[in-house]
C-alpha cells in the first residue's frame, strides 16, 4: 500500500531564512506529487505537483520543490520564509493509472512557525 | 469564482445521533471527494464521486458513514449514529476531471464534534 512520510511535525525557522520539507513516499511506482499547504481554520491550497519532467517544480508562492527517484522523496524548499507562511504543510501522493482514481494518500503534515 | 463550500462550518451533536454535512463543490467539476482530518489519524480518504461511475467508498470507516451526490453536483456525507471517535475535521474537495493528477480544490471543511 502507498504510504507517505513527513519526518518532521513541528520546525521553527527565522524570517528570512531558507526552509526545506521532507517528504518519502513508498509506492509501486512513481505516482503524482503534491504539496499543500492548510493555514489556520482554512482548507487545502495546492502549492505545485509533479509527475513527469523536469524534476525542480515551481509553485506559488515562491516555492518549489525537487523530486529525487533514488531516495523516493519530494522535498519542498523556499529560499526566503515569510512569516505569512506559517501554516501546515501536507505532502501527498495520488495514483497514476486511471484504474487508480484520483484519491490522495497525504502525509501527516509539518507545522511550520516562522520567528520574527 | 466561487470556490468549494461546505455546511455547516462547525457542528456539535451528541453521541448517539445522525448528522449531514453538506458540500457544494465548483460549478462544473466532475468529480467530488470526502476527505477526513483527524489528530490520530492525520488526512484520510473516506470516498470520491466521478461523472455518474458508482462511487468509490473504499476508505470509508465503517456502514455508519454513507454520501450520495446529487444531480452531479451537491453531495452529502450522513454519519449515523455518531461516535466520539468520528470527531474530526471533514474536508470535501472537487475537480475538473476525475483523471490522476487532477487538482482538487479544497473546501475549509466542517468541523464536528461529538460529546
Known amino acids: 500500500a502507498q504510504s507517505v512520510t513527513q519526518p518532521d511535525i513541528h520546525i521553527t525557522v527565522s524570517e528570512g531564512a531558507s526552509l526545506e520539507l521532507r517528504c518519502n513516499y513508498s509506492?509501486?511506482?512513481?505516482?503524482?506529487l503534491f504539496w499543500y499547504v492548510q493555514s489556520p481554520g482554512q482548507g487545502l491550497q495546492l502549492l505545485l505537483k509533479?509527475?513527469?519532467?523536469?524534476?525542480l517544480v515551481q509553485g506559488i508562492k515562491g516555492f518549489e520543490a525537487e523530486f529525487k527517484r533514488s531516495q523516493s522523496s519530494f522535498n519542498l524548499r523556499k529560499p526566503s520564509v515569510h512569516w505569512s507562511d506559517a501554516a501546515e504543510y501536507f505532502c501527498?501522493?495520488?495514483?497514476?493509472?486511471?484504474?487508480?482514481?484520483?484519491?490522495?494518500?497525504f502525509g501527516t503534515g509539518t507545522q511550520l512557525k516562522v520567528e520574527l | 469564482g466561487a470556490g468549494v463550500s461546505q455546511s455547516p462550518s462547525n457542528k456539535v451533536t451528541e453521541k448517539g445521533k445522525d448528522v449531514e454535512l453538506r458540500c457544494d463543490p465548483i460549478?462544473?467539476?466532475?468529480?467530488l471527494y470526502w476527505y477526513r482530518q483527524s489528530l490520530g489519524q492525520g488526512l484520510e480518504f473516506l470516498i470520491y464521486?466521478?461523472?455518474?461511475?458508482?462511487?468509490?467508498k473504499s476508505g470509508l470507516p465503517s456502514d455508519r458513514f454513507s454520501a450520495e451526490r446529487t444531480g452531479g453536483s451537491v453531495s452529502t456525507l450522513t454519519i449515523q449514529r455518531t461516535q466520539q471517535e468520528d470527531s474530526a475535521v471533514y474536508l470535501c474537495?472537487?475537480?475538473?476531471?476525475?483523471?490522476?493528477?487532477?487538482?482538487?480544490?479544497f473546501g475549509p471543511g466542517t468541523r464536528l464534534t461529538v460529546l
Open positions: 464521486f466521478q461523472g455518474n461511475s458508482a462511487p468509490d
Open positions: 509533479y509527475f513527469s519532467g523536469d524534476t
Open positions: 509506492y509501486g511506482a512513481t505516482p503524482y
Open positions: 501527498a501522493v495520488g495514483p497514476i493509472l486511471t484504474g487508480g482514481g484520483n484519491k490522495l494518500t
Open positions: 474537495a472537487s475537480s475538473l476531471e476525475w483523471f490522476p493528477g487532477d487538482t482538487q480544490y
Open positions: 460549478s462544473g467539476h466532475t468529480a
